[in-house]
């Protein structure tokens, strides 16, 4: 397919298919947990950079997830998970075109802090098989890196975790001061909409970037 077409128009077909399949009910479920794996994720490591620490993670059949976490800086770690979850994304888009060592080197990374997650911060079953999944999706990724069906599911998963980070930070804006943005505008006394908005501009800043740089 990649012969009749651009890499531009592939970037299309991508974020469409991607956009399309949020919709389906159940089949969207293990792309969007990946989505929500990198949001946490981001939130912990921050926090472990920071001075803090991961209690657990937590990983939901409907596509939720919660980081327990203590200690760190909490203004940058409520900040980190939609903004770090577009930045996975961008980072799993833009490997999957450089066709050798480094994709493949991503891939593996992506696969050993899933199976580090599972060890250190998961306590329950379903965040155990969840991430078990994932980790067996990244593996394969990273196993037959340099196949191109392999080369196009890759970039298609970092666009669909792009484009789920684009549209998670609005469902913020449901009347119910919940979530990071809520938690964001109690320390900082900047609204929840003003921080929803940043979000939404760093991931659109996030596919500028990899439409700038589509790949093969």
Known sequence: MRNFV???????ILFLAAYGLSFVPIVHVPFKWLEVYFHEISHGLVAILTGGRVVSIELH????????????????????????????????YLSAKSLGRRANIIAWGLTILIGISTILWARDLTTILILIIMGGLLFT??????????????????????????????????????????????????????????WIGIALLGFWYAWKHPGR
């Open 61 to 92: 059949q409907n596509g939720s997830g919660l980081c327990y976490y203590q200690g760190g800086w909490r203004l940058l770690v409520s900040f980190a998970g939609y903004a770090g979850a577009v930045a996975w994304g961008l980072l799993i």
């Open 6 to 12: 651009t890499s531009k128009q592939m970037f299309v």
């Open 141 to 198: 990724l990273a196993k037959f890196s340099l196949g191109i069906w392999i080369t196009t599911l890759t970039q298609f998963i970092g666009i669909y975790v792009m484009q789920s980070a684009l549209r998670s930070p609005t469902y913020l804006l449901d009347g119910q001061a919940s979530g990071d943005g809520a938690v964001l505008a109690s320390i900082t006394l900047i609204p929840e909409v003003v921080w929803v908005v940043v």
